[in-house]
């Protein structure tokens, strides 16, 4: 079963727009959600994480927004740019044990 | 970039033969990840290693089996494949009290015809 839904699988956003992908899940043990962004031909990389009891957390032109009573969690990137454009993935972490469960992703393109 | 190397990148095997992908750290990180990445699914835990000679199964475990015997290198291995295998796989790496923050590989793009 997949237990972190995101939306929507592939995105075309303006340069200077705003990007924005949401994600869903159901486990409430979960208790670390980070956002990996991966390029064509590369591994995923961290681009930032939250903990449940943080409503926000921006690291530059990147926030994640946390609702834990609705179960979502969302990306926005600011002032999109064309070197944006990558296959993101939100994911939750268990803790005990390290692992993490990915959302399906979302194919991000900036248009000059 | 972490230190992680993944060989080999590339490999076209036939169906119903074995297949060993190897995966090389010099971190000295305690936990190691096999993922495989197929379109539409994102990324999906095939097995993981807490320790040397400790394993656990993921979520996509039939089929693949593993390995580790050094901290260093962590083996996923196929014993017989089939097309179904063919796959991006990725292996990671996390530090003890980091598990969301897992470094990657480059992959190897495997093909089972």
């Known amino acids: 079963q997949q237990q972190v839904k995101q939306s929507p699988q592939s995105l075309i956003v303006q340069k200077g727009g705003i990007s924005i992908i949401n994600c869903a899940y159901e486990?409430?043990?979960?208790?670390?959600f980070p956002w990996y962004q991966q390029f064509p031909g590369k591994g995923p990389a961290l681009l930032i994480a939250?903990?449940?009891?943080?409503s926000e957390k921006k690291e530059g032109r990147f926030t994640i927004s946390f609702n834990k009573s609705a179960k979502q969690f969302s990306l926005h990137i600011m002032d999109s740019q064309p070197g944006d454009s990558a296959t993101y993935f939100c994911?939750?972490?268990?803790?005990?044990?390290?692992?993490?469960?990915f959302g399906q992703g979302t194919e991000l393109s900036v248009k000059p | 970039d972490a230190g992680i190397t993944q060989s080999p990148r590339h490999k076209v095997t036939e169906t119903g033969t074995p297949v060993t992908l190897r995966c090389h750290q010099t971190?000295?990180?305690?936990?190691m990840y096999w993922y495989r990445q197929d379109p539409g699914h994102g990324l999906r835990l095939i097995h993981y290693?807490?320790?040397?000679?400790?394993?656990d199964k993921g979520e996509v475990s039939d089929g693949y089996s593993v390995s580790r015997s050094k901290t260093e290198d962590f083996l996923l291995t196929l014993e017989s494949a089939t097309s179904s295998q063919t796959s991006v796989y990725f292996c990671?790496?996390?530090?003890?009290?980091?598990?969301?923050?897992?470094?990657f590989g480059p992959g190897t793009r495997l093909t089972v015809t």
């Open positions: 486990n409430t043990a979960f208790d670390y």
């Open positions: 971190e000295n990180h305690r936990y």
């Open positions: 994911a939750a972490s268990y803790n005990q044990g390290g692992k993490l469960i």
């Open positions: 290693s807490y320790g040397v000679k400790d394993t």
């Open positions: 939250i903990r449940p009891d943080v």
């Open positions: 990671a790496i996390s530090d003890n009290g980091r598990s969301y923050e897992q470094y």
